[in-house]
Structure formats: structure tokens, C-alpha cells
């Protein structure tokens, strides 16, 4: 348990000093403001890229080869049910008290009749699963997204977003650490990993083939679904400065 925290606080070291050397790494001329680490984050994409296409790609590659379908639909939704206690708590810390209640009913659902979430048994029957963490909690509260921020391996994320790493993978909420036994604890983080990984293979092949600025591309549509999901999928009409020169150009009803 001791690794696990250590490894959390290395994490916040790291990114404090990242923060801390942006400042003074901003790209030069005109920049996205939701932006202003660009020089680091290019660098950082680079790097994970790089490992992603010597290491981790490869290994998700090898694990669709080797396990069966039906299987990893098991141990996806096994890791999506331990996330739904994750969820359940965000839910309930948003005062979204009728999804929480939902997202309770998922747990113990799929932890027993779905045999520990291999199955899942909760969607069928009207209980959909959820997506929430302590990011879009900070948002709903009304926690501005803060500058954008690639973190090593992790990739995408916001210096708000990023506080999601702290809280949602406490041993005291998350049930994956809890599991007190070191080397079981890695392993299951481990496939979990390389699951989520194996899961977004299609995603990456189309970055690859659509995208002229793949960095580009995905600092626009991390960002658009963070807002569209703190939001719940109804975001208010951001301000144009210049929305007025466009009034007269409105079709007349």
C-alpha cells in the first residue's frame, strides 16, 4: 500500500514541476490559452507516442490476439464494475442522489448476479452505467478546467482534471487499492491497464489515418468532452466577442 501512495506522491511532484518549468516554456506568438504549456505538452505527447508505439500498443495488440472475446467483455466489465463505486461516490458528491441510487443498484446487481461484474447484468434491466470522477465534480461545483496538461503515460488532461488521479484511486475509495496484497494489487491495475488500452485500439487507428496535427486533435476533443461531460451533455453557448458582427447574418424567422 505504501508503493501505491509513494507512487501518488512522485506523480504530484511531477506534475507540480511540470506546472513550474511551463511557465517559463510557453510556445512562442500566438497560442490556444487554454493552452499555454504547449511546448512541454508537444513533448510530452512525443514522449508517450513513442512508448505507446514501442510498448504499450504492441502488448494491446497481443492481448486481443491471444484472449477470447467473450473474455475480455468479462474482464472489461469486471473493472467497469469496481468503477461504478467510483462513479456511485462522484454521483452522490454532485448531489445527483437518483443516479447514484442508480449506480448502487449497478453494483449490487453485477456483483452478484453478474458474478463480481464479469456480467453485466445491470444494463439490460434499465440501470446504464454512468461516467463521472472528481473532475467533473470540481466542474460541477464550478472548478474552472484550468490550463490544458499531457501527464506521462496518463496523457490528456487539465490541471483540474488531473486532481482526479489523487481522489478517485484512493485505496479508500477505489476497491482495485484496497486489495491489500502488493503484487496482487499491481496485476489487476496491470490488466486494467492494458485492457482500457486494447479497448481504445480503434480509436488510435483513426487518429492515426484522419488527423493532419494528431496533438491538435486530441487537446480539441479531450477538452470538448470534458465540457460536454461536466455539463451532462448540455453545455452553455460559449461567448463569441465578436457574435454581434454575426446578428445580421441570422436567418429571420
Known amino acids: 500500500m505504501n508503493e501505491v501512495v ?15 518549468l511551463s511557465g517559463c516554456t510557453t510556445v512562442s506568438g500566438p497560442a490556444d490559452p487554454r493552452d499555454p504549456f504547449e511546448r512541454y505538452n508537444r513533448a510530452m505527447y512525443q514522449f508517450n507516442d513513442s512508448l505507446d508505439k514501442a510498448v504499450l500498443k504492441p502488448v494491446a495488440k497481443g492481448y486481443v490476439a491471444v484472449v477470447p472475446e467473450p473474455v475480455n467483455k468479462g474482464i472489461t466489465n469486471f473493472f467497469a464494475n469496481l468503477d461504478d463505486v467510483v462513479v456511485l461516490i462522484n454521483n452522490a ?18 456483483t452478484t448476479i453478474g458474478l463480481l461484474g464479469f456480467i453485466d447484468v445491470a444494463t439490460p434491466i434499465g440501470l446504464r452505467k454512468h461516467n463521472e470522477d472528481f473532475g467533473q465534480t470540481l466542474g460541477r461545483w464550478g472548478v474552472g478546467s484550468g490550463p490544458y496538461l499531457i501527464l506521462p503515460i496518463l496523457g490528456p488532461s487539465s490541471t483540474r482534471d488531473a486532481m482526479k488521479f489523487f481522489v478517485d484511486y484512493d485505496s479508500r475509495l477505489n476497491p482495485t487499492f484496497r486489495v491489500k496484497d502488493t503484487v496482487t494489487q499491481n496485476t489487476l491495475a496491470a490488466i486494467n491497464f492494458i485492457d482500457t488500452r486494447a ?5 488510435s487507428q483513426l487518429l492515426e489515418t484522419a488527423a493532419l496535427d494528431p496533438y ?7 477538452l470538448q468532452r470534458r465540457r460536454h461531460l461536466v455539463y451532462d451533455g448540455n453545455p452553455p453557448i460559449e461567448e463569441f466577442e465578436d457574435y454581434e458582427d454575426y446578428e445580421d447574418d441570422l436567418p429571420v424567422e
Not at 216 to 222: D, I, K, M
Open 6 to 20: 509513494n507512487n501518488r506522491s512522485l506523480l504530484l511532484i511531477f506534475i507540480s514541476l511540470c506546472l513550474l
Open 93 to 110: 458528491l454532485q448531489l445527483k442522489l437518483t443516479q447514484a441510487a442508480s449506480d448502487t443498484g449497478r453494483v449490487i446487481v453485477n
Open 199 to 203: 479497448n481504445l485500439l480503434p480509436t
Open 216 to 222: 491538435t486533435f486530441t487537446r480539441e476533443a479531450y
